[in-house]
Structure formats: C-alpha cells, structure tokens
T-cell receptor
Framework: DAGVTQSPTHLIKTRGQQVTLRCSPKSGHDTVSWYQQALGQGPQFIFQ???????QRGNFPDRFSGHQFPNYSSELNVNALLLGDSALYLCASISAASTDTQYFGPGTRLTVL | AQRVTQPEKLLSVFKGAPVELKCNYSYSGSPELFWYVQYSRQRLQLLLRHISRESIKGFTADLNKGETSFHLKKPFAQEEDSAMYYCALSGTWGLGGGKLIFGQGTELSVKP
C-alpha cells in the first residue's frame, strides 16, 4: 500500500488561473481532509469529505472547493488564484469507522506567480 | 478561540541533552491532543496522541488540563530526532478523525 498519494508534486500557476489537485486515500480509508501549509506555518484545515459530501469546512473562501468520488479519491479546486495561495497542500485520509489518526500524503507544492 | 501555540520556532540541543518542546492550547471543551513529526523529505506522521499514553521513540507528552499544555519531552536527544514537530488538537473524539488544528511548529536540531 503506497499510503496516501497526491498529484502533481509541484505546480506553477499565474494569478487568476484555476488549479485542481488530486488525492488518493490510503487503502481502506473513506474520509479525506485537505490542509494548506504556508511557508513557516503549520497546516490549516480547508475541508473534509465523506460519502462524497463536504462534512466540515475551515475558514477558507468559496474559491476553494472540493469533490470526492465514489472510489473515495478527492480533488481540491482553487479558482481565481492569488499570490497568497502559494503553499504546500496536504491531503489526509482516515476510515470513518476508525479510532486511528489521519494519514498524510506528501503534498502538492503550488506556486502562484 | 481554538488555537495551538508553540512558542519556539527553533530549539537546538546537543546529543544526549534533555529536550522539551512546548505546546499550549486554547479550546472550549475537552480536545484530543497530538504531536506530529516531519523528518527531512518525509511526510507528516503521527508521533503520539495523549489518549494512548504511549512512549514513542523515547518521547512522552502529558496533558495538563489546568495549564492547557501538552509539552513533548525526551530525556536524551539523539541526532535522528532532528525534525519539525507540530502540536495539534482535535475537538472530535473517537471515530472518523475530524478537523486538526496545528501549531506553527518547532524545528528541533540535535547537534553531535
């Protein structure tokens, strides 16, 4: 099991563009969370998906949206990119029936120019 | 306000010295507390959680509800402990692993 995987590894966009990041959860996991980690900061919770619905949301604008597919993989979409959106985007997964903790992916480094 | 504070951005110690990474939290309720670690070029991974009361790689952390602290300690630091450490809390107990609130992180550097 490769664990949580994310693609792409790195991405460069310009202001105003839109971006889609992808996450495949660890085998057996059905719940996916997304976090934004700016340089020198701890991860900040964006939202969590379970059963293809957004279950919880952090303090992020509507420009940030997501989706979960029937195979539990997930996408994070960011519209109208701002310079401040440059960050490492982390995906974490867990089984909703588990008392385990969340497993993190390696992240996607997004640079907005 | 829900918040996790790690007052030290960088902590530098010599091999064999004791280590204490500080973490204070603000939360209305009874959160679950965690320490995550990120070694160089590796992904974020759980080090320990307070409900398991385990000692992992020689690290321990005690939840002090009166002081709202969850400091991470190790009696004798090793060079391989050099990493970024994040304290985090969750207001969701038990199933499903809810939103995690992270501190800013402390970089631990253990010198030979």
């Amino acid at each position: 099991d490769a664990g949580v995987t994310q693609s792409p590894t790195h991405l460069i966009k310009t202001r105003g563009q839109q971006v889609t990041l992808r996450c495949s959860p660890k085998s057996g996991h059905d719940t996916v969370s997304w976090y934004q980690q700016a340089l020198g900061q701890g991860p900040q919770f964006i939202f969590q998906y379970y059963e293809e619905e957004e279950r919880q949301r952090g303090n992020f604008p509507d420009r940030f949206s997501g989706h979960q597919f029937p195979n539990y993989s997930s996408e994070l979409n960011v519209n109208a990119l701002l310079l401040g959106d440059s960050a490492l985007y982390l995906c974490a997964s867990i089984s909703a029936a588990s008392t385990d903790t969340q497993y993190f992916g390696p992240g996607t480094r997004l640079t907005v120019l | 306000a829900q918040r996790v504070t790690q007052p030290e951005k960088l902590l530098s110690v010599f091999k064999g010295a004791p280590v204490e990474l500080k973490c204070n939290y603000s939360y209305s309720g009874s959160p679950e507390l965690f320490w995550y670690v990120q070694y160089s070029r590796q992904r974020l991974q759980l080090l320990l959680r307070h409900i398991s009361r385990e000692s992992i790689k020689g690290f321990t952390a005690d939840l002090n509800k009166g002081e709202t602290s969850f400091h991470l300690k190790k009696p004798f630091a090793q060079e391989e402990d050099s990493a970024m450490y994040y304290c985090a809390l969750s207001g969701t107990w038990g199933l499903g692993g809810g939103k995690l609130i992270f501190g800013q992180g402390t970089e631990l550097s253990v010198k030979p």
